[in-house]
Nanobody
Framework: QVQLVESGGGSVQAGGSLRLSCASS????????MGWFRQAPGEEREFVAA????????NYADSVKGRFTISRANAKVSVDLQMNSLKPDDTAVYYC????????????????????WGRGTQVTVSS
């Protein structure tokens, strides 16, 4: 099991930027694809962005495409999310997730493919 810890959340005005980071807090074994999800009050958890093991393949929800960028360093169990041009609708708790995989090209957009989750970090965007 991978212990994930998110950081970088906070409050910002619309149009601003935030950078979220997520890293494993202990030793890890195996290869993982990584992703970010978010959950707003009263809403279901939704996919935001995903990246494969090597970091050369990414996927984004339509609502964040062109504004958010997911990245990772090599094959480490860590991932960042650069969020620009933030909108009030982006307000949510953001969770990073890790999904075990044998394939370098694998990328997961479904929450069910991720086995390990962080506790989340709050992002609040005011208008």
């Amino acid at each position: 099991q991978v212990q994930l810890v998110e950081s970088g959340g906070g409050s910002v005005q619309a149009g601003g930027s935030l950078r979220l980071s997520c890293a494993s807090s202990g030793p890890t074994f195996g290869a993982y694809a990584m992703g970010w999800f978010r959950q707003a009050p009263g809403e279901e958890r939704e996919f935001v962005a995903a990246i494969n093991l090597n970091g050369d393949n990414t996927n984004y929800a339509d609502s964040v495409k062109g504004r958010f960028t997911i990245s990772r360093a090599n094959a480490k169990v860590s991932v960042d999310l650069q969020m620009n041009s933030l909108k009030p609708d982006d307000t949510a708790v953001y969770y990073c997730a890790a999904g075990r995989t044998r394939y370098a090209s694998a990328i997961f957009t479904s929450a069910t493919r991720y086995s390990d989750w962080g506790r989340g970090t709050q992002v609040t965007v005011s208008s």
